[in-house]
Structure formats: structure tokens, C-alpha cells
């Protein structure tokens, strides 16, 4: 039997395929396995991508943490799916054995308020095989809908040298515009997204917003226009250097 990367996901009542995207309840234990095991010498699972209200990528069970393999071909990964109403995370699976490498991507998600799906860092097809990002942006600007759009600004910023006390700034230059309470916000440093923000937070966090000098943590909600990014090099696990460069990626809402 031919090498498969391919995998089923519970979605709470039984394992279904990955094809266009599985959907799962908030706060729900998501179960994943190989579709076919057969003939598979290792199975590597790990996540590419969140959105941008997920702040800590969950923990995968049966998977080292290290290296990303599977405990076993056969073995059942499970997660805890964070509890909010419009989310979606990326996974990437690869099989080594007779004829492999072979690697695959799927996406699960849950629902907004409004029954639509939201997207993860990296998203191409993994929710809709055939038409990708546009089967879930062509509807709304079609039918006028389209409030939101990402923000030109903040991109490529030289970054503040940090020296690892935790709770420096960042970026000399603060927010251009404030974005959209419940849509993307997120940074990158030198082209590496970063996803761990601290909303209300300000410890165990990458970095996290404020409007007083870092004093206090926006929540996500009340980000604004001025307010400034603050970085803990200890949690990032490096400081920035006036080397690096930052790019602020946000949504604004259209006038």
C-alpha cells in the first residue's frame, strides 16, 4: 500500500477526513491519527500556525516535544482546542518510509458567531482544497461585506537593542492605526512570525502592547493607535538587536 501522510480528526463524534478542513466546539479534545499507518516508519506532526487570538500553541500528546514525531505510527494524538469561537490551526504531516518522505498540511478550526471559519499563519488550501483563501474572501467582498482590510503601515521597523530585563520596547515607532478588535494582530522579526502576545499579560508572553510606557498590557480588544510593543527576551528566548527589523501585521477597519 502506497505511503500516506494523510490523516483523520475527531471532531467529537467520529474520525472524518481532513480534506477542505475539519470543524470542532471550542475547548474541545481533538483526537488525530494516521488515516493509514501501514507500512510507516515514523510519523512527524507538528503545528505551522495559529490565528491571531491563540497566544500559546496547544500541546500535542504521543509527540516529542523536540522533534515532532509521533510516539508511534499508530498512536492517537490529542489536544485541547482553545475554548474561542472563531479559531483554526494548522498542522503539517510527514511519513517516512518506502518511498517517502511524503508531507500533507489540514486545518482545524472552530466556528464564529457567524458559522464562518477565520484562518491560521501560513493557511493556502487546507480548508478549501479548490479555491483556498478565496472561497472565504470573495463572498464578502461581492456582497459588500468586506470591513476590514490589512494595514499598510508598520512594516520593516529597525528594532530597539534589548538587554533581557524583560518589558523593554521594542519599536521606536508605535501603532500607525487601530485595528480591528477581533481580527489579525500580530508581529514578525525579521520575517519570523511571532503569535505570542500577551493581552492583559505582561509575563510569561514574547511581548505584549501598551499605551503607558509598559507599564499595563492592552487586552486585545482595547489596542490602539500609539501603543507601543514591549519585549521580553527571556520568554522570546533572544534579544533584538538594531540589526533586526519588525513588521506590525494588522487589520483596520475600512471608512
Known sequence: MPLSPLCLVNNGTTFVPTANGVDVSPGATVSIRLEQPTGVDTWILQVTGTDELISAIPTLSNVNAQTNQVQTPSSVVTYTHPAIQGSAIGFRSEVLGVGGPIITSFGVYTRTVFNTRVGFVTETREGNTKYGWAAKINPLIRTGSLTVVDAPHNKHMAALPTTGVGGELACATGLTATPHPTSTLY??????????????VKTGCTCYWSGDGGVTSRARANVQMNDRLYWNSAKAEFNLAATDFIDFWYDVTLT
Open 187 to 200: 508581529i514578525s522579526v525579521n520575517g519570523i512570525a511571532i503569535t505570542d502576545i500577551g493581552y492583559g
